[in-house]
């Protein structure tokens, strides 16, 4: 009898504070990490993004990316402009507020993804065409690791 594997992280990138240059021509700069921090309010520590607001992570699901990868889109880890993904839980049905554990940190929605004029000019592909399936952005409210492979959890709503 064949079952779903849990919900894991499949991959995690961040660009090194330091990265020169920061916007380069045609990619995101994101480099792959087996593991990293994740600090309350702030987001991945050493990521240039991290600090405070709504933005901290850029989660997909490995699932989305399989689509848009049949599509002709560019899916290696980072290229759509993610730093996390996870497999098994459907971001776009989590609720603005709704929290999930990553490991040992918990996350929780702040807003759906849009695609910006830099992903258009990085994929070649109109925002549009993703509306709606380019995951969540989320912050971090209780630091943590989070490594490959770690199992994801959705949490009961706070309210």
Excluded: W
């Amino acid at each position: 009898m064949s079952r779903e594997p849990a919900p894991h992280v499949v991959s995690i990138v961040y660009t090194p504070r330091g990265t020169t240059p920061r916007r380069p021509q045609g990619h995101y700069t994101r480099v792959p990490i087996e593991r990293v921090e994740l600090a309350e309010f702030k987001g991945i520590v050493g990521d240039l993004r991290g600090g405070a607001g709504k933005r901290q992570l850029n989660i997909m699901s490995a699932e989305t990316l399989a689509e848009l990868r049949a599509e002709g889109f560019r899916t290696g880890p980072g290229e759509m402009g993610e730093q996390i993904v996870v497999s098994g839980l459907d971001l776009m049905a989590l609720p603005i507020g709704g929290r999930f554990r990553l490991g040992g940190a918990v996350v929780e929605v702040t807003l759906p993804r849009t695609g910006c004029d830099r992903f258009e000019m990085i994929q070649g592909k109109p925002k549009g065409s993703v509306a709606g399936r380019l995951g969540v952005l989320a912050r971090v409210v209780s630091g943590g690791a989070v490594a490959v492979g770690d199992a994801v959890e959705l949490l009961p709503s706070a309210g």
